[in-house]
């Protein structure tokens, strides 16, 4: 039994719910809660390489458990009271190879 505990983060989805009149996609949203998820402060070294790369700063790494299937990129998503926009892919390694529970790893910035 693992010592760590994540906390409860919630993923903001947008569910394609039909097309408007002009034949644009109508979306609606979607509250999904995901337990067990660790939140760390980005290092000082993937807050520099994020920035050069993309412009975004990194605040937060989030690593997401094992055997969740949520589609993670580019999604809003809500912890701390604040609300957060995950950036650039998913970082995901072998569940087999990987001793505890967490998986995945993706990077967040203040969302406004």
């Not at 906390?7 to 067990?36: C, M, Q, W």
């Not at 993670?72 to 087999?96: L, S």
């Not at 190879?97 to 406004?112: R, S």
């Amino acid at each position: 039994m693992s010592m760590i505990k994540g906390i409860t983060v919630t993923l903001i989805d947008h569910i394609p719910d039909g097309k408007d009149a002009f034949g644009a996609p109508i979306y609606r949203t979607e509250e999904i809660s995901v337990d067990n998820v660790l939140v760390t402060p980005s290092t000082s070294d993937d807050v520099t390489t994020q920035l050069n790369l993309t412009g975004k700063k990194a605040v937060y790494t989030l690593a997401i458990p094992k055997g969740d299937s949520h589609d993670w990129k580019d999604k809003e998503v809500r912890f701390f009271g604040q609300r957060w926009r995950v950036f650039g892919y998913p970082t995901k390694g072998i569940d087999d190879l990987i001793p505890l529970a967490w998986n995945t790893k993706v990077m967040v910035e203040q969302y406004e």
